[in-house]
């Protein structure tokens, strides 16, 4: 029962971090050595060498992918207090239907994000022959099953002890 | 001593006028305000909101002027001036047909909006307001662009999205709440007329058939009451939605 409880609590933690690096890093999309990212893009120049960063254009299309990353990091971050206010007021043989919904939900954010940038990235980043899809935008792909997962189990396991 | 005193008090008026002379002076000014900055699309109309403050009272003298000087050019043309309360709209310029008068001295407002806007307006316009006796002071100077689309400011989206999310999730919880809470409200209700019902058939029967003692209905009574008991206790451990259809048993 404690390992079912570690497993469930680590899984969650796990969605969170992969929410957070996904939405901070500076790696959705590469362009021969020029890193774009929701926030800012960030170029490596040669003479003289040197890392600098310009924020993002100010597009809507853009705005609504960062505006969905940061909804689903609400949502997790909900969920996961939720769950432990929850695990000590639910009586014996109750679901954590609302630790569930939360969780769903943030999954929900996380691929209509990814999807939207996918489909809109050429609006801000015109498309070069090597562009290439950064590790930022896998994470939030990988993101998006595994807070399914979570949500379901939440909602499909039942208190005991 | 008489003279004394009304030389005393004549010097005192004189210092008096001369302190508010010197102090109240420099506010003798008209102030004027505008925006800085002005954006348009192109083809639709902007209004260039022009507003004053003079301390004298709003004769029918006060005037407004307009002037404008296009972003490529060094000349200011006048465009509109307003006096002893007739406005006098260009006729002849570039803004024939497209300006109109908006604002109300009275209330210190002198605003005109320019229509069917065209990338020839670009330029700097000038309010210049005159209340005579109060006419000194600056005019101010608003800045139009015209462009193709207006740019939203940025975290326009970002903010309504993420506020609409949230705004329809807590609404949707909330239901859930309220629903839950009247549905457990209703059964409470309705189980404390069952077993009012009960108690009552109980005494009946108990007083009808007090000698033969029966038992079964007492039993029944109280197994059907701890049903439905656990039954509720149950839908108050749920922590939601949708529990009617997930409770099979």
Known sequence: MLLLLLGIIVLHVAVLVLLFVSTIVSQWLIVNGRTADLWQNCSTLEVPSSFQCVTSSTNEWLQSVQAMMILSIIFSVLSLFWFFCQLFTLTKGGRFYITGFFQILAGLCVMSGAAIFTVRHTDWQPATSDTAFGFAYILAWVAFPLAIISGVIYVILRKRE | ?249
């Not at chain 2, 002076?25 to 348009?40: F, K, M, S």
């Not at chain 2, 908006?102 to 307001?129: A, E, M, Q, W």
């Not at chain 2, 989206?157 to 859930?176: C, K």
Request: net charge positive; charged share 20%; aromatic share 8%.
């Open chain 2, 1 to 249: 001593m008489w003279s004394q005193g009304t030389s005393g008090s004549g010097s005192l008026v004189l210092v008096a006028a001369l302190f508010s002379a010197l102090v109240l002076a420099p506010t003798l000014a008209i102030h004027v305000y505008t925006h800085r900055e002005v954006h348009g699309t192109v083809g639709s109309q902007v209004t260039l909101a022009c507003s004053f403050w003079s301390s004298e009272w709003i004769s029918e003298d006060v005037s407004i002027t307009w002037l404008f000087q296009p972003e490529s050019g060094k000349d200011t043309i006048s465009i509109f001036h307003f006096v002893k309360g007739q406005p006098y709209v260009d006729e002849v310029g570039a803004f024939k047909n497209r300006m109109e008068w908006v604002g109300d001295p009275h209330r210190k407002d002198g605003s005109i909006i320019i229509r069917n806007l065209d990338y020839t307006d670009n330029g700097t316009f000038t309010c210049d307001v005159k209340n005579p006796p109060d006419i000194g002071g600056k005019s101010s100077q608003v800045t139009l662009y015209v462009l193709e689309k207006v740019p939203t400011r940025y975290g326009v989206v970002l903010g309504a999205v993420i506020g609409g999310v949230l705004g329809l999730v807590i609404l949707v919880v909330v239901i859930g709440y309220l629903i839950r809470y009247c549905w457990l409200r209703r059964q409470a209700t309705l189980q404390r007329q069952l077993s009012a019902m009960e108690k009552g058939k109980l005494q009946r029967s108990a007083k009808d058939s007090s000698k033969r003692g029966r038992q079964p209905p007492v039993l029944y009574a109280m197994l059907d009451h701890s049903r439905s008991t656990k039954s509720a206790s149950e839908k108050k451990s749920k922590g939601g939605l949708g529990e009617s259809r997930k409770d099979k048993k």
